[in-house]
């Protein structure tokens, strides 16, 4: 299994020019696939070729390059559709991202079936973008957010998120994968209990859609949401997945082109979806350049890049566990191979700030995961993720680095040259 995987990171490394450089003299060790994954040199030429030779409006042509457009932005649908095992094409709605996918979902879906007193139940591990929207409409009905919490390791609590399901509650929005702690939520389950109540579930895949093979008909969810860019893709596209059903009675989430039939002042008829909730010029290139994402991740095998992810996170845990004052953060025994870790006496920023130094880019703060760092008494964690093409010897290079960070700052700190930020 480990010389495979090791063969798999080998292979796809070359597909990526970005990580062919040195940074402060040291190759380049990208550990901040949480927040945006590199893109490899298909989704560069897809996006290249796009703007070189068929650069046009999509859905309004009828000349050439309007065609070819708009065959290849609705070629990136059907990539996405077979990407998550949905029923209909009709179904995938191309947004900027989870973000704008939870919004719409939020303005749309639900607003419109909230009453004074119901409820909408997340959980505490939430992105910010899965909390906001939630606040902003429950705040605007008189309705309340209900939030499941977690255990001390990270994971779910399961027996209190099906207490917090009552009579009230009219929705709930869960992550798939957390951003800041790794841990996989028991989605079939939440999709499972919530169902047996009525009740509709959105799941927000932005740390699944990366690294796991993902099943609209076998999940069964309302809505599934997950970014481009977090999949080798470009940013600013996304797709969000809705039951045809739900999006036929949605009303449109914005208005403008292309999401109408005819419009008259004193009238205006709406389009089909996905179409309804696409107003406006598309991001044509995005689309193209996220199908040609998919149509990589495919070649590599999400299975191999599952099993790869898997050795990564096994051997960075115990490397990074072993290293004198320094935690880890989420110990779920469902992860993803995202690991938050704290060193003691250390600021995150500081901890950031070293390993760049040594070529290691891993993110320091919150992660958009506030309420998490809370719940874990912390203001901010280092965060190193994985791709895949991320090596053993990289994850090495990460344990290497951190255990010099004490020594340098305890050495800055006794000759007076810097003060870390409190921890
Ligand atoms: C779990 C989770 N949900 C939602 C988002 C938001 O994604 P985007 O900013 O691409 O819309 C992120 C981004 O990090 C995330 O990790």
């Known amino acids: ?59 309004r042509g009828v000349y050439l390059l309007s065609e070819r457009a708009t065959d290849s932005y609705e070629a990136a649908r059907g990539k996405a559709q077979r990407f998550l ?22 303005q749309s879906f639900v607003k419109p079936r909230l009453a004074a007193g119901d409820e909408v139940l997340i959980t505490a591990m939430e992105h910010h973008s899965n909390i906001v929207p939630w606040q902003m409409v429950t705040a605007e009905r008189g309705a309340h957010l209900r939030v499941a919490p977690i255990n001390d390791r990270g994971g779910l609590i399961l027996e209190d998120f099906e207490r917090l399901l009552g009579p009230r509650t009219r929705f709930v929005s869960v992550t798939h994968v957390s951003n800041a702690l790794g841990s996989i939520n028991p989605v079939h389950r939440i999709v499972e209990m919530a169902h047996a109540r009525g009740v509709p579930v959105l799941i927000d895949g932005a740390q699944a ?19 481009g860019h977090k999949v080798y893709g470009p940013t600013g596209i996304g797709v969000l997945y809705g039951k045809a059903a739900h999006l036929e009675a949605m009303p449109p989430y914005q208005g403008g082109g292309d999401m109408i039939l005819s419009v008259t002042f004193e009238k205006t008829e709406y389009n089909t979806p996905p179409y309804k909730f696409e107003a406006g010029t598309p991001n044509v290139a995005g689309a193209i350049g996220l199908g ?46 995202v690991i938050s870790f704290v060193v003691e006496g250390v600021h995150a920023h500081d901890v950031a700030t070293v390993l760049d130094r040594e070529g290691i880019a891993v993110r320091a703060g919150h992660h958009c995961a506030q309420p998490v760092m809370e719940r874990f008494g912390l203001a901010a964690t280092a965060r190193a993720s994985f791709a895949m093409y991320n090596t053993i010897e990289e994850v090495d290079a ?24 409190e921890s």
């Not at 029923?87 to 979902?105: M, P, S």
């Not at 859609?209 to 970014?227: E, I, Q, R």
């Open 398 to 421: 990460l344990a290497r680095a951190v255990t010099k960070v004490k020594g340098i700052l305890d050495w800055c700190r006794s000759w007076g040259r810097c003060t870390s930020r």
């Open 292 to 337: 040609a994402a998919i149509d990589y991740v495919e070649s590599v095998g999400l299975a191999d890049i599952t099993a790869h992810e898997g050795e990564l996170l096994c051997h960075a845990t115990g490397a990074l566990a072993a290293i004198p004052g320094v935690r880890i953060v989420g110990t779920s025994r469902q992860k993803a191979a």
């Open 209 to 227: 859609a990366p690294h796991a093979k993902l099943d609209m008909l076998g999940l069964d969810c309302d809505f599934y949401v997950f970014s």
């Open 85 to 106: 095992n949905a029923a209909d094409v009709r179904e995938i709605v191309f947004v900027r991202g989870a973000t704008e996918g939870i919004n719409l979902v939020a």
């Open 1 to 59: 299994m480990r010389a495979a995987t090791a063969s798999l990171a080998e292979r796809v490394r070359q597909d990526f020019p970005i990580l062919r450089q040195t940074v402060h003299g040291k190759p380049l060790v990208y550990l901040d696939n949480a927040a945006t994954s590199q893109k490899p040199q298909s989704v560069i030429d897809a996006i290249t070729s796009f703007y070189t030779h068929d650069c046009a409006n999509v859905h």
